[in-house]
């Protein structure tokens, strides 16, 4: 009967917290899609045409492709693209789901801490409040294609509580099959949570966290410590070995970034400790979803702050290690932060900064905040002036948030706020030119560009919005001398963080669209052409040959398409460049290249079940095109 007031209470503040995060997030749900949302989900128009397996296991993103992301995505598709309402209404469906299981799992760790049934509500409450509310969160919500960070947390979370609530089970009354439950809770929600993202791998990492922390004092028989060895063993051995012989790919592939893998791993400690300061103290104006302007560090002293944060890092660690059962919640908050980083913030070459990478990682912070300020309140027999504390700590974090969420209502004010705290981000800027003209504000979208291509004088990327606004949207050609111009400058541009390549894929996909009507085609491929000549784009020209091979349909000039698509697929030969190249050869009657092509692209999907299932009704139709009579 005692039991029965306390989940009462519980009940009634989860629910507060979550009727609060909708009423905060809500106006902010209407907001544009970010960054690669386009790149990442723009197959969803396929759907209806391919069908849905055609876009859950067509993805590219990671080893596995994350199918189990993809599904999620498939079933909105006729949202696509014009109501974003519905895919971020999705995702903060999913960060309330990850604040129920997070309150779930501070209940059990609140009986750890030996907390009474108040101190385990507030407890509880006080870091879902901070998790569900913190601005460092907001990018993740409504960045839409990080609902696959929110899938591999979920299933994280889920792994965690699961193996807490059967782990007591078996202590209470020692029978096997509690031991099966266990294997299986574990084993398969990092199954799901890796089909969502690589980063479901870390749930045995999270759990032997928790273990040798929150747990270790806490007795264990020996069928249990053999299990542990086990079941979190053998993930965690394979993400090592996993990591080890990828080693020498991944060293390879920094050629293509403008920082060395010594220079990622010193920048990232940088970062790492922005992530902590932000994380504590969320001070407005801070956070952002474009972080490409981020200093990259090129030594410990260089910039100097980089062997200060080196320093910092193994102090936490080192200490949080070594005191781990006398300073328990302080070691689980560190080791939980640093494990929940360890593929993204490791020498894995990805991109630098982003804020959706602490999605998971900040819940050892919070609870660490939390119950600091708890058992400060019971030392110091001052309990009240410890939640009042407490509580204007949380007052403030969501009064941050307040703002943030008004920013992404106010598209424009939005951007040029961006483009005032981060003036060295390329994605900023261009995002800013980019809104300008989806508002048909043309003339301060040229200017901005202007303002661009006499920054960077070598830098291609303004001229060719400059031309995207002509010919796509005033529909005016900008005649042959701009275009030799263009041309002319394209063989001699260097490469840099613009999209460039990205802004002629739009452009290309709206001529395929029968948009931009003033543009010459020619030249446009010749542009094209010219880029992927040029050294400095070496790493794109792949992409620039297909969009030329694509120009080539569509301007009948079956050299272009051809010589352009087998460049494509002899540098990468994927599935999709390859249909491409066999509707290439089929028109052009190309039959004993088509056929030994086809056998290529059997051979390839019959050995990968994940490609087949995504493109055999495709292969199946062209194969039959190919048969038929006249072909």
Sequence with gaps: ???????????????????????IYFPALSSAFQLDDVNNLGGLAAVRENGILYFIFSGAAGPSGRPLSLFTFALQYSAWPDHTFAFKAFNLAMHLAC??????????????????????????????ALWLLHPMQITTVLYVVQRMTQLSTFFILLGVFLYLHIRESYLNERQFKYLVRLGLAVWGCTLLGMLSKENGILLPLMILVINITLLADRAEDRVLQKWNRIFLGIPLAALIIYLATGFDTVLASYHLRPFSMAERLMTEAVILVEYLQHIVVPNPGVFSIYHDDFPISHGLLSPPWTLGAIIIITFLVVTAAVYRKRFTVFSFAVLWFFAGHTLESSYLNLELYFEHRNYLPSLGIFILITYAAIAAGRYLSRRRLAYGVLLIYCLLVVANTLMEINLWTKPVERHLALVNNHPGSVRAVTALGNLLISRFELGQAERIYHVVAAEYPTEIYPHIKLLAINGCVRNQDPGPSAWKELITRAGAAEHSGFGTVEELTLIVSAVSEDDCKAIDLNNLTRLIVTLALNPQFKRDRILLHELAARLGILTGDAGVAYHNIVAATRYSPTVPRLILKLRILSALGLKEEATQTMAVLDDMINKNIRLKLAYRDIVIGIRDEMNEPGQ
């Design 99 to 128: 604040g129920g299981l997070i309150f779930l799992i501070c209940r059990k760790f609140a009986g750890y801490l030996g907390l009474n049934p108040g101190e385990k509500l507030t407890f509880s409450f006080i870091v879902t």
């Design 1 to 23: 009967m005692n039991r029965n007031p306390d989940i009462k209470y519980a009940m009634i503040g989860f629910l507060l917290l979550v009727g609060l995060t909708v009423v």
